[in-house]
């Protein structure tokens, strides 16, 4: 490519493609399926269409705040790592104000959102954003960075319980629990792409700290804590059959994504984040849209 074309026309639709990559907007797949996953089994079926488009600009608030913010904290860190080294704003693409901006307008969607749901909602907006935000700093004291990020999307079916509802209760907290493990499982295979370099960075990750082979039974771990809590469900909400089939189906996901990867190979390791995970939150999330459309 010629050095005089504009860096917004290297990747397609431009800046607005840039924008999009920054955010890693098709990430939205992890967490919109258990937002929705959520709100379903609190209304008992498919929640007024207000309450889904205000929980869906909730989210969208949060998260692309989230990763725009992660963006601009881990910069420096970014321009160092290979992997890491065509993000937006490393490349100039996109501007550190424009990613200020973008950060403030994605908080602003947020608490608008919140508070247009209901008043706890709103009350539980600052804590929720303070944990997102948060994440992005873990890696620079903690190997369990993984499971701050897991908590992070845990929040994702608890505040649609919440926008649904106005309170809280035991489904939401097991849902969210289960996200949380599911979610730290995967960054850990993921995080072992950057082994290396996070051990010459300083920063820290449950493969940097005890290495690619303990992470992998780590993340297993993880992934069978997911499994038994998602069969937790039952016991704390009214779930039956379909569920039960859609947890079979999660854990035979989640068998097959650490058969695709060993210490040894890394190479599958996107396909695995992407295409694997991808599919596990709409599996949960049909499952629920049969049972409630069986109750009825």
């Known amino acids: 490519m010629p050095s005089d074309v504009p860096a917004t026309a290297r990747r397609p639709l431009g800046s607005l493609g840039a924008t999009l990559s920054m955010i890693k907007f098709q990430h939205t797949v992890f967490a919109l399926p258990f ?121 994702a079916p608890i505040g649609a319980w919440v926008a649904v509802t106005g309170g809280l209760g035991a489904a939401p907290l097991v849902l969210g629990a289960a996200v949380a493990a599911w979610v730290a499982g995967f960054d850990v295979l993921y995080s072992c792409q950057d082994v290396d370099f996070d051990r010459r960075a300083g920063l820290h990750s449950v493969p940097a700290r005890f290495g690619v082979p303990a992470a992998l039974a780590i993340a297993r771990a993880l992934h069978v804590l997911t499994v038994f809590l998602l069969l937790a469900m039952p016991l704390v909400t009214p779930l039956g059959g379909p569920w039960l089939a859609g947890v079979a189906m999660v854990a035979s996901l989640l068998a097959w994504e650490h058969r695709l990867v060993r210490a040894d190979d890394l190479s599958r390791i996107n396909q695995v984040f992407f295409t694997v995970n991808g599919v596990v939150g709409f599996v949960v999330l049909a499952a629920a849209i049969v049972e409630t459309a069986l109750r009825r």
Request: glycine share 8%; proline share 5%.
């Open 35 to 155: 937002a929705l996953t959520g709100a379903i089994l609190a209304a008992g079926g498919l929640p007024p269409w207000r309450t889904i488009g205000w929980i869906l600009g909730a989210m969208v608030g949060a998260r692309s705040a989230a990763m725009v913010w992660n963006r601009i904290a881990d910069l420096e860190f970014d321009r160092r790592n290979p992997r890491t080294a065509a993000r937006p704003l490393v490349t100039g693409e996109l501007s550190l104000p424009f990613a200020w901006l973008f950060l403030a307008a994605s908080l602003a969607l947020f608490y608008v959102s919140a508070a247009m749901l209901n008043h706890l909602s709103l009350l539980l907006a600052t804590p929720a954003a303070v944990i997102i935000l948060g994440y992005s700093y873990a890696k620079r004291f903690t190997w369990a960075t993984h499971l701050a990020l897991g908590v992070s999307l845990a929040i």
